[in-house]
Every structure is written in structure tokens, then in C-alpha cells.
């Protein structure tokens, strides 16, 4: 089983600050299946990047993914209001799918 | 597109639930579908998935006592729950595709005496 960590488990930062989430895999994750999701309080989380890099439709480009192998970062380039949340990783190369333990994004 | 669970509820531990996924906007047995739990403010848990060509696969912690399903003239997704126990209670999600989009609203599901 692929085990992906992320840090840190919680970022403190203001609005229109740049956020930097990090997730670290176990193993290799195979051809860097990797997605990001946001969760908000009483939400089903939705997703953000695919692919490791890709944007799902309608996610504002403020919003990128980026990394390979085992190492993963999403960025949040400037943080609206709403960008507050709790974000996820997910790796989909290898069964069993696999979570992140999920980063806090909460305001300064 | 969307996806509606349903089927939740206060089930005894050792009892038994079936889920339910309906799907709208889309053709379920044409994709990958999976059911992802997330107990009481804790993170998520991938649970099962359904392959197009029917195959599946389970999370260790539920294997031998869930199925994963589909109807196709139903279009619907569904997840059955056997032997439940507490650490089974949690908002239970269906969601498409490999990468998981769309979700559902998600159904509760409480294992309790």
C-alpha cells in the first residue's frame, strides 16, 4: 500500500498570501496518478488537479499541481476567501487507492 | 451530471445496509465508479471500486463484508454492507471516474447499539 503524507498538517496564512502544500509518497506513485481535492465543512470534497498537474474544469487557474515519483506539491498562487479549506491527495496508479492524510488551510 | 446516495441510517453492529448511488447525466456502467467513507472528523478512506468490465476491488478493512454493484437499466451504483461494526460508521460518497468526479452529497451511516 502507497502511503502519501502531507504537510504541513496545518497552514496558517491571510488572503492573497501564496499557500504551498506538499505530499510524499510511500513509493513511487505510477504515472504520477495523483489528484488533489478541497473538502469545506459539511461538503463532499471536489477536485481540484488530476494527473498530478492537470486542472479539473472549472478550477481557477490560481490553482496548480505539480511533482512526480513520490514527491508532489499543490499551490495555491494567491488565497481567496474561499480557498480556506482542508485539501486532500489521492494516488489512483496502484490498488489500494490511497488518501493523504488531508492539510488544514485556515486563516492567519 | 450528479450522483445521489441514499440508503443510510442507525444500523446494530452486525447488521447489514445497501447503498445506494443513482446517477444522472451520465452512464454508469461506462466508467469507473467508487464508494470513499470519511468518519466523523477524520479524513477519507477509499473503500471499493467498480471497473467498466466489472471487475472490483475492496479496502482490506471491508473486504468479505461489502459488494460493490451496479444496475445498469437503473443506472446505479451500489455498495452492500455486511457485518457491519462500529468503525464502519461514517459518510459514506460515491464518485466517478479513477480520479473521483464528480461526488456525491454523501449518505451517514451509524453503527450502534
Known amino acids: 500500500e502507497i502511503v502519501l503524507t502531507q504537510s504541513p498538517g496545518t497552514l496558517s496564512l491571510s488572503p492573497g498570501e501564496r499557500a504551498t502544500l506538499s505530499c510524499g509518497a510511500s513509493?513511487?506513485?505510477?504515472?504520477?496518478?495523483l489528484a488533489w481535492y478541497q473538502q469545506k465543512p459539511g461538503q463532499a470534497p471536489r477536485l481540484l488537479i488530476y494527473?498530478?498537474?492537470s486542472r479539473s474544469t472549472g478550477i481557477p487557474d490560481r490553482f496548480s499541481g505539480s511533482g512526480s515519483g513520490t514527491d508532489f506539491t499543490l499551490t495555491i498562487s494567491r488565497l481567496e476567501p474561499e480557498d480556506f479549506a482542508v485539501y486532500y491527495c489521492?494516488?489512483?496508479?496502484?490498488?489500494?487507492?490511497?488518501f493523504g492524510q488531508g492539510t488544514k488551510v485556515e486563516i492567519k | 451530471v450528479q450522483l445521489v446516495e441514499s440508503g443510510g441510517g442507525l444500523v446494530q453492529p452486525g447488521g447489514s445496509l445497501r447503498l445506494s448511488c443513482a446517477a444522472s447525466?451520465?452512464?454508469?456502467?461506462?466508467?469507473?465508479m467508487t464508494w470513499v467513507r470519511q468518519a466523523p472528523g477524520k479524513g477519507l478512506e477509499w473503500v471499493s471500486i467498480?471497473?467498466?468490465?466489472?471487475?472490483?476491488y475492496y479496502a482490506d478493512s471491508v473486504k468479505g463484508r461489502f459488494i460493490i454493484s451496479r444496475d445498469t437499466p437503473k443506472n446505479t451504483l451500489y455498495l452492500q454492507m455486511n457485518n457491519l461494526r462500529a468503525a464502519d460508521t461514517a459518510v459514506y460518497y460515491c464518485?466517478?471516474?479513477?480520479?473521483?468526479?464528480?461526488w456525491g452529497q454523501g449518505t451517514l451511516v451509524t453503527v450502534s447499539s
Open positions: 464518485a466517478r471516474d479513477i480520479w473521483f468526479d464528480p
Open positions: 447525466g451520465f452512464t454508469v456502467s461506462a466508467h469507473f
Open positions: 467498480l471497473y467498466r468490465g466489472g471487475t472490483t
Open positions: 513509493q513511487s506513485v505510477s504515472r504520477s496518478y
Open positions: 494527473d498530478a498537474s
Open positions: 489521492h494516488q489512483y496508479g496502484t490498488s489500494p487507492r490511497t
